[in-house]
C-alpha cells in the first residue's frame, strides 16, 4: 500500500504531460485512451503458510480457495509506434466473491464454504503487436507487466485442523499478463475490441497464510485515438 499510491500518482502524470502537448488532432497523432469492462474468472488459489508445519500440511492436502466469476473495469493511455506497435499504462481493477475452501484428506474431497471478497488494483505497462490490415477488423498480441495490490476480507475458518484467522489484509504483489484480441474500426478514430487476458502473480501475503491469484479476463472495450493513426 506505501508503494502503490505514489505509483499511481506517478503513472497519471507522467500521462498527463504528454497528452496535454500532443492533444491537436492531425493525421498521425500517436497517442489513444481504451476503457473496457471485464468479466473475471480466477483460478482455484493455493492456499500455503508462513509456518513450515502448517504449510506441509496444507500443501499435502492440496488445499484452495475457490473463488467466484466477478467484475472489472480497465482504463489505459497508450502511445503508437510505426503503426503496428504500441506502448501504453494500464490501470485495472478486479472485484470477486470468496465461495468456499476445499482439500482433500484421504482421498475424500472436503469442502468448507467461506464468505468474503477479493479486489485486486493493478498498474501495468503493456507492450501490443498490432497485425493492421487492409480491413475494418484488426488482431493483436500484448503482454504486460506491474505490480498489483490484493486485498482479501474473509471470516475465520478451519480446515484440517488448520485455522485462518478473520480480517481484511492486503499484500502488494508483481503482476504480469499475456493478451490477444480483435479490434473493429466504428470510425477513423474509434474502435471497438474483444479480447482475452490471462494475468498471473506473486503469492500474496494476509497474517501467515498466503495464496496464489491468478485470473482469466473477458473484456469489451473501446479504444480512442487523438488523431488518425
Known amino acids: 500500500m506505501k508503494l502503490f499510491k505514489p505509483i499511481l500518482i506517478f503513472l497519471t502524470l507522467a500521462l498527463l504531460v504528454p497528452v496535454q502537448s500532443f ?12 476503457a473496457g469492462g471485464t468479466f473475471v474468472v480466477p483460478q482455484d488459489s493455493d492456499l500455503g503458510s508462513a509456518d513450515p508445519a502448517t504449510d506441509a ?18 482504463a489505459a493511455a497508450g502511445l503508437v509506434l510505426k503503426r503496428r506497435f504500441r506502448m501504453e499504462f494500464e490501470y485495472g481493477y478486479r472485484k470477486t466473491d470468496l465461495d468456499k475452501v476445499s482439500a482433500e484428506s484421504g482421498g475424500v474431497k472436503v469442502e468448507v464454504p467461506v464468505a468474503g471478497d477479493f479486489s485486486m488494483n493493478t498498474l ?13 477488423f484488426t488482431p493483436y498480441l500484448g503482454a504486460g507487466i506491474g505490480m498489483g495490490l490484493v486485498e482479501v476480507s474473509n471470516p475465520a475458518f478451519t480446515t484440517l485442523g488448520v485455522t485462518v484467522p478473520s480480517g481484511s489484509e492486503d499484500d502488494e504483489v508483481f503482476v504480469y499478463q499475456l493478451y490477444g484480441g480483435v479490434g473493429y474500426w466504428i470510425l477513423p478514430q474509434l474502435l471497438g475490441y474483444a479480447e482475452y487476458r490471462y494475468m498471473g502473480s506473486g503469492d500474496a501475503k494476509f497474517n501467515t497464510t498466503f495464496a496464489t491469484i491468478d485470473t482469466h479476463n473477458f473484456e469489451l472495450g473501446l479504444r480512442f485515438y487523438l488523431g488518425r493513426p
Request: positive net charge; charged residues 15%.
Open 23 to 34: 492533444a491537436g488532432s492531425f493525421r498521425g497523432n500517436p497517442f489513444y485512451f481504451s
Open 124 to 136: 501495468m505497462v503493456n507492450g501490443v503487436f498490432d497485425f493492421r490490415n487492409a480491413s475494418r
Open 57 to 74: 500440511v496444507l500443501n499435502s492436502n492440496n488445499v484452495q480457495m475457490e473463488i467466484d466469476g466477478g467484475l472489472g473495469a480497465r
